[in-house]
């Protein structure tokens, strides 16, 4: 168990700024996912706190140890690798046993903690086995219990199941983090995959050219994005422009009835697709937007459908009734946007959150 | 429309694909029963003859693997294998570790050295160092004025520098090649698992490019114990088994040779015995390189830098020496044999007036061979790349064999085949052309196999879809894409055909003599500035030729192994 403090890291590479700036308070036995697209900067900041490459300044604490300065062998961090890197000359047993034998561990105990590891990730029978023996599942258990075995302070995972099929990859999501929550370990976790993260994490950092662009749970990640990337990386999300005046939102020519205690000037709004209904709702305050179907899609659970406005492309996500599968492109259809599930943005680039 | 109409075209195709290419893979089994087979199953079996009577009896064997004569021979052999062996891994590996991981200045350099050693005459290293360090070297003389008497170069300690000086590089281009592309994440989780990085390199690295090194370690091993200029050279009274072999064949000139055979075997059983080992280590650990995650080169700093520069400096120079000792010499003025202290171009003019025969016979067996191997090495990869019939596998390992087969004990088997009609080449150019031939196709043939791996065999198929009939999708499409792949295995083959000895020197007359048959006979007279000469041709030649390769190929020095 071990808080990781990071303060003010600074990591960049000839002409690109790798972090800028990164400071994050992770909490001791926190499940912790670093999210962001290819390029963020997520795998740069698990590797400085592995030690492979250094931060041009900044620190790294863990349980107010700072180990910025310690070559990459002597931190103490276990780390999963996305490409599993699972020793090809050594078999399951060894692999295992790899970093107990640098730590000088007697031999009765080294075979007690690696028999006990490989019972928990489900590998005892295979122990023998050689790597080129196994599957991309198996390889990464070994990955996983060879990182957990030498009972590091942090254990940190980049990327560890992106090499696996859809379904193999939910099932180890789950034993990951069954595993994590067992040890109690402080875990980061280094992931492209929104789903993933939301799935697995105590807390998401969202990542984007270097910078933290928000640090909160899962739900508050989806329901109150901090700002317009977030909104728009984190779930499927559409996008209207709009406008304060008087207090109230207009969008086109329509306006909220809900109040808002917000300065006046021009606004992004957001909706998530699964809020918008078809149809008008008498009574509710809701945006209702007129416009045609530009496709319908029916994908099993629910049915999508891509309606073009006056104001734009809004996406909705419904339930499949006979109603709705039926429609065809062009058909003439109403969008119904609810005013309580708007988010409202700055303006900008990559506005923040207003409201 | 019936199913019997459409198909009639189709599969008339496929006769024609039948029996062009089984044509092809006749033609290519006959050359290699001729040229292969017969000659070492006549070996083999001259082997069990008497030579006095004729009659079958195993005395040969018993008499070489028990007089200590041969036995002694064979120790020897064994010694100068290994320890060339060896000598090639001190040096390569750490080199290869150090141009691999680091920032070297001069990486080039260090790789085009490293080729141009390779590429060398074979025994240049042999007398350059004699040059040097030998009784009246210019080194040893230096030292002798200063009053210090350098242990002498000639014999085991002689031999196994110049093996080691001139096959490391077979262990640095390999091993450099794997260490770059093994996967950075290994390393990585070994030190995330607290290892540190001098262990990791033993308990990690090591292990997962022990594949590369070996292969380059036992083609260290296997040249070593089959060379024959360098030991006849420096070795003074040292004798191995290729020396022995050859002096016997020359005593039993017009009797049979059977204890020159006898000896032969007992060569290509170690050699064999070595490439089995290493398939049999192989077989046990294969790891995939990796093509994403390579590793990144560190900044050197400080005295380990220094260290690594000057150790990666002076293999260099240790390298490069032979060929510019050969080089300095050639244009030292002579008179004869006698050096008279001055700059000139009087052994070249002797090699222009006396020998411009010798210098044309090299180019044209040369260029003879590297065409018959370029042609039926452009078939046979196709058949065993393309066609994956056990047949076509049983060619490529058959193909093998003159890897293990050393040059003396090929010309002996040679000597024994075509000896009298309807055959009878001895004396002739064909025979030296063909020897060089069967000698390097597996080398061609390999380049060329590899090549054709890389094309993907629906670019062809969609020719034939296309109303191309086989033989003609292959000229017209496959070929152009290979070419520059073709020409980079020609230009190998040539450097190897031109700097043949070993095999030729037992089959040429006066007529067929080569560059390095004359540098060999010429650097026994003492005729040094002669020698030189010749070597410096055959130096520049090879050269264009690698060139050639580094302009055409795209992993440039990896080619070369």
Known sequence: ???????????????????????????????????????????????????????????????????????????????????????????????????????????????????????????????????????GGQQQRVGLARALVIRPKVLLMDEPLSNLDAKLRVELRRDIRALQQEFGITTIYVTHDQEEALAISDEVCVMYGGVAQQVASPWDIYSRAGNLFVASFVGSN????????????????????????????PVI??????????????????????????????????????????????????????????????????????????????????????? | MSEATPSAPLRRNRLASLSFWDAVFALCVLIVCVLLILPLTKVLYVGFLDPETGAFTLNNYIEVLTRRYYVGALQNTLLVGAGGMLGACLIGVPLAYFVARYHVTGRNLISTVAVLALVSPPFIGAYSWILLLGNNGAITRAFRDL??????????????????????????????????????????????????????????????????????????????????????????NFRTLSTIAYNQYTAEMGGTPSTAVAISMVMIAISMAAVFLQRFILAKRRYAGSFTNLPIKKPLHGLFGAGVHAFCYLVVVLAAVPMVVVFYTSILATNGPVFTGEFGFSSYARVWNELPNVVGNSFLFATAAVAMITLASAFISYLVVRRETLAASVLDSVLMVPYVVPGVVMAIGFALTFNRAPVDLIGTAFIIILIVFIRRLPYGVRSTSSILRQIKPSIEEAAVNLGSPPAKAFLKVTVPIMLPGIIVGAMMSFITAINELSSTLLLYTGSTATMPIKIYSAVLDGEFGLAAALSTILLVSSGICVFIVFRLSESREGAFV
């Open chain 1, 238 to 265: 559409n996008r209207l422009k709009g406008a304060l005046a008087n207090g109230r939102l207009a969008i086109g020519e329509q306006a909220s009835e809900r109040p808002f205690n917000l300065p006046d000037g």
């Open chain 2, 147 to 236: 009053g210090v008497h350098l242990p002498s170069i000639y014999g085991t300690a002689g031999i196994i520098l110049v093996f080691s000086l001139k096959f490391f590089p077979f262990v640095y281009l390999m091993t450099e090649g794997a260490l770059r592309a093994i996967n950075r994440s290994y390393e990585e989780a070994a030190a995330n698992l607290g290892c540190s990085p001098v262990k990791s390199f033993f308990a990690i690295t090591l292990p997962l490019v022990f594949p590369a090194v070996s292969s380059g370690a036992i083609l260290a091993f296997v040249l070593s114990i089959a060379d024959f200029g360098t030991p006849a050279i420096i070795g003074r």
């Open chain 1, 269 to 355: 709004a957001t909706i998530r697709p699964e809020k918008v209904r078809l149809g008008r709702d008498a009574g509710e305050d809701a945006f209702s937007l007129k416009g045609t179907v530009r496709h319908a899609m029916f994908i099993g659970r629910e049915l999508e459908v891509s309606i073009a406005t006056q104001d734009g492309v809004v996406d909705a996500l419904v339930k499949p009734e006979a109603r709705a599968v039926a429609l065809k492109p062009g058909d003439p259809i109403e969008a119904s946007l609810p005013v309580a599930d708007l988010m409202l943005y700055d303006d900008a680039e990559n506005g923040r959150l207003l409201a």
């Open chain 1, 1 to 135: 168990m071990a808080r990781v403090k990071i303060e003010n890291l600074k990591k960049s590479y000839s002409d690109f700024v790798a972090l800028k700036n990164i400071s994050l308070d992770i909490a001791s036995g926190a499940f912790f996912t670093l999210l962001g697209p290819s390029g963020c900067g997520k795998t740069t900041l698990l590797r400085a706190i592995a030690g492979f490459h250094r931060q041009d300044s900044g620190s790294i604490q863990v349980d107010g140890e700072s180990i910025g300065d310690k070559p990459a062998h002597l931190r103490d961090v276990g780390m999963v690798f996305q490409d599993y890197a699972v020793f090809p000359h050594l078999s399951v047993f060894d692999n295992v046993a790899f970093g107990l034998r640098q730590r000088k561990v007697s031999s009765a105990e080294l075979k007690q903690r690696v028999g006990e590891i490989l019972e928990i990730v489900q590998l005892a029978p295979l122990a023998d086995r050689m790597p080129h023996q196994l599957s």
